[in-house]
């Protein structure tokens, strides 16, 4: 099963996006390079070999990242 993803939870990521979306995406960018380099190439690449616009492609895979890393159920985060 998926992690809920709590309203809070995606308004708080929203807002935070569209404060300045572009700042935003760069912004994570950044990020998932440190956090996930290989899911960041991955988002890129899929976002360059498209026809649809590719900054609109990677801010949309980058904010499902930041909804699901935020989620109660954070399935992301190490287990030890």
């Given at each position: 099963?998926?992690?809920?993803?709590?309203?809070?939870?995606?308004?708080?990521?929203?807002?935070?996006?569209?404060?300045?979306?572009?700042a935003?995406?760069k912004?994570?960018?950044?990020?998932?390079?440190?956090?996930?380099?290989e899911?960041?190439?991955?988002?890129?690449?899929?976002?360059?070999?498209?026809?649809l616009?590719?900054?609109?492609?990677?801010?949309?895979?980058y904010?499902?990242?930041?909804?699901?890393?935020?989620?109660?159920?954070?399935?992301?985060?190490?287990?030890?």
């Open positions: 099963m998926l992690p809920l993803i709590t309203q809070e939870v995606y308004e708080e990521t929203v807002s935070s996006m569209l404060e300045d979306i572009g935003w995406r912004k994570m960018i950044h990020y998932i390079k440190d956090e996930n380099p899911l960041n190439s991955a988002i890129i690449d899929i976002a360059q070999k498209t026809d616009d590719a900054k609109a492609v990677a801010t949309g895979a904010m499902a990242y930041m909804l699901l890393e935020k989620s109660p159920d954070n399935f992301m985060e190490d287990e030890e």
